[in-house]
């Protein structure tokens, strides 16, 4: 009886103490962003009426699809400065995420990849403190007339910097993406 006994306290503390191992990694975990809400801007140097492209995705990561909306035309040959925003609109007030990719800038990067866009160009108008770009300002020069030209906007997180200045060579995680189908006239 003494016997079992004794097995049984030992049996138990030999559990107490693997359930308080000291094994748990105590670093803090950065949870991804949660981003609903894409918007670019694009104003026309000189004036006009802006052109934005937006996706918004108002449940999240539910079952509904973003709504990608694209305001009107760009001109040809036509040089526009940028600037893109993301939100989390689940939020209220809806959190700026766009600070955070600011002020994680060599975490992040956005990239912009353009189709059937001849003659259309994109240049970053920031960089991270190594002097890589981040992607939230820009300046666009629009190319020739075209219809049906789309424009694929990524923001990665943790991207190898420097990169080849494509979303695949980039690497990293994908915190959203959206392509846009636009007109230049």
């Known amino acids: ?22 094994d748990d990694d105590p670093a803090p975990v950065n949870e991804e962003e949660v981003i609903t809400t894409m918007t670019l801007s694009l104003q026309a140097v000189g004036g006009g009426t802006p052109i934005v492209f937006q996706s918004r995705d ?33 939020e209220s007030p809806a959190e700026n995420i766009t600070l955070e990719v600011l002020e994680e800038d060599d975490e992040h990067q956005v990239f912009y990849n353009f189709t059937g866009a001849s003659g259309t160009s994109l ?11 981040i992607g939230v300002n820009i300046t666009l020069a629009s190319g020739d007339a075209a219809t049906g030209n789309t ?3 990524v923001l990665k997180h943790e991207p190898t910097k420097p ?20 007109d230049v006239n």
């Open 123 to 133: 240049n970053y108008n920031d960089s991270d403190g190594n002097g890589n770009p």
């Open 163 to 182: 990169n080849d200045g494509t979303a695949i060579g980039a690497g990293g995680e994908t915190d959203i993406e959206a392509t846009f189908t636009y």
């Open 58 to 90: 108002a449940d999240g990561d539910g079952p509904n699809a973003p709504v990608v909306t694209v305001s009107g035309s760009l001109m040809a040959n036509t040089t526009y400065g940028g600037e893109i925003e993301f939100l989390n609109e689940l």
């Open 151 to 153: 424009l694929t906007v």
């Open 1 to 22: 009886m003494k016997t079992i006994k004794h097995l049984l306290i030992l049996f138990l503390s030999i559990g107490l103490f693997t359930a308080c191992s000291d």
